[in-house]
């Protein structure tokens, strides 16, 4: 049984720094297809960074510069250290995860592609 479960979401000024982060159970996350995404209301979920099965990352580019995607293997835990925030970044951020298929992730931006999802942790920068 698959499960992922974020925290560290929260509130800050622009500027700011949040880092959540979100705990896997159920999964290997050195070996998965894992990433973040975001939802904000009214818009579709996206992609804000990801790490592919071998371990290479890969960033939206509004966030390029910002934010860095981590990963502890023996923690099973996944991170997102998010600087220099700006209000656009508020939304619901969401830990996902898929099983590689022959090492393959799901395409970048396609939310529905992934099996495994956590209840979102909210970041509101204001």
């Known amino acids: 049984h698959v499960q992922l479960v974020e925290s560290g979401g929260g509130s800050v000024q622009p500027g700011g720094s949040l880092g959540p982060s979100c705990a896997g159970s159920g999964l290997t996350v050195s070996t998965y297809c894992m990433a973040w995404f975001r939802q904000s209301s009214g818009k579709e979920r996206e992609e804000v960074a990801r790490?592919?099965?071998?371990?290479?990352?890969t960033y939206a580019d509004f966030v390029q510069g910002r934010f860095t995607i981590s990963k502890d293997n023996e923690d099973n835990t996944l991170y997102l250290q998010m600087n220099s925030l700006k209000p656009e970044d508020t939304a619901m951020y969401y830990c996902?995860?898929?099983?590689?298929?022959?090492?393959?992730?799901?395409?970048?931006?396609?939310?529905?592609?992934?099996?495994?999802w956590g209840q979102g942790t909210q970041v509101t920068v204001s």
């Open positions: 790490f592919d099965s071998v371990g290479r990352t």
């Open positions: 996902a995860a898929d099983p590689p298929w022959e090492s393959l992730c799901p395409p970048i931006g396609a939310p529905d592609e992934f099996d495994y």
